[in-house]
């Protein structure tokens, strides 16, 4: 007997592949999903929720926001979509500016592991900052429709450790609260307020997954970024050869 | 969130240090009260080990995924193993995709699960 789920889960690949387009670089291709579980730092649990006042039902809100995805995003982050847009078992590429000014760009993306009419969820690769399942949803509450970002998360390694508790975290906090602000503004609601509940699931460190360094995102991303003067020299020597 | 109407049995066993969780109907985040209730019973009752029963599973979106994500890491924090009986094909595939199969012991059934969890 089929479930009622079936079609709105990804099936399992031994290893990611993208059809996103436009991305400078793709640090996804080859690699395996990372979820909370297999994260080196303490478990947060983020939730962000917004009140859309005179918006539609919750399917006509998540069919927007599904559509219009990259849209809503704050510009620090690029969002390559894939070619079937929001759908199961698609990979997204991200380039993230984590540190504004700066020509550091960390490139990674999303795995789109659940998709149905009123949710979706992704999952983030190995060598991602966050090892971390993030779910968008909608739905009503005393007639009037909600939106609501959760985030299960946490730091892949010790390096990502040290950044979202140097403001990482709070950055990222700031990126959702934007993200369903935007979506807030753009179904009618002109004074969005956005809830918050931050509450950590796990105070521990899981120390047996120090070793997801070797696949660090920021790593490979600063190794680009430094390499980058010699790679541009190289590409113009070529060239007038 | 709604509440999906999920029904949980909390069953003893031979084993006094092992309680089954049995799921019925849908699992969404709205299940997280009625899930979390079970777990401390269990646990309450001098469960180390917990079985989760998911024969009577109908339906499971991320979010109540996420739910077991949250129970898992709660279990580990009080040294308490979580095990998995009864899963479908179809959700076996799912806890692949997620990986939660490398954290969570999957069994065809209970006796199977509590004699993994004695050896």
Known sequence: ?241 | MPDPGTRVEVRSTDDPSASVVAIFGDVTSGSEPALMEAFVAAVDGGARTIVLDFAGLEYMNSGGIGLLVTMLVRAKRQGQRLLAVGLSDHYREIFSLIRLDEAIGIHDDANAALAASRA
């Open chain 1, 1 to 241: 007997m089929q479930s009622k789920d079936t079609g709105a889960w990804a099936h399992p690949v031994s290893s990611l592949a993208t059809t996103a387009v436009g991305a400078p670089d793709d640090a996804v291709t080859g690699r395996r999903v990372a979820g909370p579980v297999h994260g080196f730092g303490q478990m947060w649990q983020k939730t962000f929720r917004v009140r859309l006042d005179g918006a539609g039902s919750p399917r006509d809100v998540m069919a927007t926001w599904k559509e219009r995805f990259p849209t809503f995003w704050p510009q620090s982050v690029k969002f390559y979509a894939p070619l079937a847009g929001i759908a199961p078992g698609e990979v997204a590429l991200l380039e993230i500016a984590p540190l504004p000014g700066t020509p550091v760009r960390l490139s990674t993306g999303v795995l789109v592991i659940y998709a149905d009419d009123e949710s979706f969820t992704f999952m983030t690769p190995e060598g991602h900052t966050l090892s971390a399942w993030i779910t968008f949803s909608a739905f009503q509450d005393a007639g009037v429709t909600l939106a609501q970002v959760q985030v299960l998360e946490r730091p892949s390694d010790p390096l990502d450790d040290i950044a979202y508790h140097l403001g990482g975290s709070r950055m990222q906090t700031r990126f959702w609260e934007d993200t369903l602000i935007a979506l807030a503004r753009h179904l009618g609601t002109t004074e969005p307020s956005v809830e918050t509940i931050v509450v950590c699931v796990d105070r521990k460190r899981q120390w047996r997954y120090v070793r997801n360094l070797r696949r660090s995102a920021t790593l490979h991303s600063m190794m680009r970024t430094a390499t980058a003067p010699g790679r541009w020299v190289t590409s113009r020597v070529r060239r007038r050869d």
